[in-house]
């Protein structure tokens, strides 16, 4: 079990984000995706360790296809939101690949 201690130094130290649930932020931060303080994303990134970038690109892709059919701008808003965490998880990772 994490401690309060660690929790709190990942949240300092930006590895964890704290959701504000006052206003509901469905496309950067749904409260369905919220528990105890803790997102759901950090959750993933902590179980998937390097196969983190391919389920960023899997949403991506998800996001993208369906967005006439479902939900339409929010759908493209959620694919960015995807693709710029995978941005920065990659920046300069694959860059100069001469």
Not at 18 to 43: L, R
Request: charged share 30%.
């Amino acid at each position: 079990m994490t401690s309060y201690y660690n929790i709190m130094k990942q949240i300092e130290s930006g590895k964890m984000n704290v959701v504000d649930n006052t206003k509901d932020d469905m496309v950067h931060s749904p409260p369905h995706y919220n528990q105890a303080g803790i997102e759901c994303i950090d959750a993933i990134v902590a179980a998937t360790g390097e196969g983190f970038e391919y389920y960023l690109q899997g949403n991506i892709m998800k996001y993208v296809w369906r967005y006439r059919y479902k939900n339409g701008t929010e759908d493209l808003k959620k694919a960015r939101w995807y693709l710029d965490k995978l941005i920065k998880e990659v920046e300069g990772c694959y860059d100069d690949k001469s």
